[in-house]
C-alpha cells in the first residue's frame, strides 16, 4: 500500500509537471513572455468551418500602493476578460481568452486593470499579430488580403499602418535632373571616368551621342545612381499592381513609407 500511494504521488506530480511545461511551451511558441500569465484551459471550437484554437488564461499579480493616490489599501476585485487575437501556427487560428485581474483602491474608490505586454491597452489584436500585418503590408500584399490571413477587418488593417507611419513620410531626395544608370558613380581617379573623358574629348561633337551625353557626364561627375530609385519605381509599380489601384491617395502614401522604411 505505502509503494502504491508513492507511485501515485509522483505520477501527479509529474503530470503536473508535464502539464506546467506543455503551458510555457505554449506561450513561447505564441512569443508571450510575460510571467504573470497562466494558462489555465484549452479549447477549441469550429466558426464557417475553420478551426480555432481557444486558449483561456489569468493574468494576475500583486499590488501594494494604489497608482493614484499611493494609498496601500488595494484589493482585488473581479476580473475582466480580453479576447486578444494571435497569428496562425502550424496554419490553425489561435485566440486568447485572458482574464485580467481588476482591483480597487479603498481610499480612493477608482479602480484599474492589470497590465501585460502582449496587448495594447483597449486593443485586441496582439503586438505579434500586427507585426505581420506590417510584414505582409511591405510585401506588397493588399489589405483585404491581409485582413483576411490575419481574420481583422481592413479598417484595422490600415489604422495598423496608420499607426507605424506617424511622421514616417519622408521628403523626396534631390538628385540631379539625369543620371545614367548604366555607368555607375565613379570618381575623378576612377578609370571609367578617365576613359569616358578621353573619349568626349576625342569623338568631334556631331559624333558624339548627344541625348546620353549629359546623362553619362552626371553619372560619372556625381556621388549618385538612379538604380535604388528605379527599385523602388518598381516596387510601387507592383505594390498599385496587385492592389488594383488606391482610392484613397493618402492611403497609396503611406504604403510607399512602409516599404521604404
Same mark, same amino acid.
Given at each position: 500500500?505505502?509503494?502504491?500511494?508513492?507511485?501515485?504521488?509522483?505520477?501527479?506530480?509529474?503530470?503536473?509537471?508535464?502539464?506546467?511545461?506543455?503551458?510555457?511551451?505554449?506561450?513561447?511558441?505564441?512569443?508571450?513572455?510575460?510571467?504573470?500569465?497562466?494558462?489555465?484551459?484549452?479549447?477549441?471550437?469550429?466558426?464557417?468551418?475553420?478551426?480555432?484554437?481557444?486558449?483561456?488564461?489569468?493574468?494576475?499579480?500583486?499590488?501594494?500602493?494604489?497608482?493614484?493616490?499611493?494609498?496601500?489599501?488595494?484589493?482585488?476585485?473581479?476580473?475582466?476578460?480580453?479576447?486578444?487575437?494571435?497569428?496562425?501556427?502550424?496554419?490553425?487560428?489561435?485566440?486568447?481568452?485572458?482574464?485580467?485581474?481588476?482591483?480597487?483602491?479603498?481610499?480612493?474608490?477608482?479602480?484599474?486593470?492589470?497590465?501585460?505586454?502582449?496587448?495594447?491597452?483597449?486593443?485586441?489584436?496582439?503586438?505579434?499579430?500586427?507585426? #505581420? $500585418?506590417?510584414?505582409?503590408?511591405?510585401? /506588397?500584399?493588399?489589405?483585404?488580403?491581409?485582413? &483576411? =490571413?490575419?481574420?481583422?477587418?481592413? *479598417?484595422?488593417?490600415?489604422?495598423?499602418?496608420?499607426?507605424?507611419?506617424?511622421?514616417?513620410?519622408?521628403?523626396?531626395?534631390?538628385?540631379?535632373?539625369?543620371?545614367?544608370?548604366?555607368?555607375?558613380?565613379?570618381?575623378?581617379?576612377?578609370?571609367?571616368?578617365?576613359?569616358?573623358?578621353?573619349?568626349?574629348?576625342?569623338?568631334?561633337?556631331?559624333?558624339?551621342?548627344?541625348?546620353?551625353?549629359?546623362?553619362?557626364?552626371? #553619372? $560619372?561627375?556625381?556621388?549618385?545612381?538612379? /538604380?535604388?530609385?528605379?527599385?523602388?519605381?518598381? &516596387? =510601387?509599380?507592383?505594390?498599385?499592381? *496587385?492592389?488594383?489601384?488606391?482610392?484613397?491617395?493618402?492611403?497609396?502614401?503611406?504604403?510607399?513609407?512602409?516599404?521604404?522604411?
Amino acid at each position: 500500500c505505502g509503494l502504491r500511494e508513492a507511485d501515485s504521488q509522483l505520477t501527479c506530480s509529474f503530470t503536473k509537471e508535464g502539464l506546467e511545461m506543455l503551458m510555457d511551451n505554449t506561450l513561447e511558441l505564441l512569443g508571450i513572455t510575460d510571467s504573470n500569465i497562466k494558462i489555465t484551459r484549452f479549447s477549441a471550437e469550429s466558426v464557417n468551418g475553420e478551426k480555432r484554437n481557444i486558449i483561456e488564461a489569468r493574468l494576475a499579480y500583486n499590488v501594494d500602493r494604489c497608482p493614484y493616490c499611493e494609498s496601500e489599501k488595494v484589493v482585488r476585485n473581479g476580473s475582466k476578460i480580453l479576447h486578444t487575437r494571435f497569428t496562425k501556427l502550424h496554419q490553425e487560428r489561435f485566440e486568447m481568452k485572458l482574464y485580467k485581474q481588476r482591483y480597487l483602491c479603498k481610499e480612493c474608490l477608482k479602480t484599474w486593470s492589470a497590465r501585460t505586454d502582449i496587448v495594447e491597452e483597449g486593443h485586441t489584436l496582439s503586438h505579434q499579430l500586427k507585426r #505581420s $500585418v506590417l510584414h505582409m503590408a511591405r510585401e /506588397g500584399i493588399t489589405a483585404t488580403g491581409i485582413a &483576411r =490571413i490575419c481574420h481583422c477587418s481592413p *479598417s484595422s488593417v490600415i489604422r495598423i499602418i496608420d499607426e507605424d507611419n506617424q511622421g514616417a513620410l519622408h521628403e523626396p531626395l534631390h538628385e540631379p535632373g539625369k543620371i545614367c544608370g548604366e555607368i555607375r558613380s565613379c570618381r575623378p581617379e576612377c578609370p571609367v571616368h578617365q576613359v569616358h573623358q578621353g573619349i568626349v574629348s576625342a569623338c568631334p561633337d556631331h559624333h558624339r551621342p548627344l541625348p546620353h551625353r549629359t546623362a553619362g557626364l552626371n #553619372s $560619372v561627375e556625381y556621388d549618385f545612381s538612379n /538604380g535604388p530609385v528605379e527599385g523602388i519605381n518598381r &516596387r =510601387i509599380k507592383s505594390l498599385k499592381r *496587385s492592389c488594383f489601384g488606391f482610392r484613397n491617395l493618402d492611403n497609396f502614401r503611406k504604403r510607399i513609407a512602409l516599404i521604404r522604411s
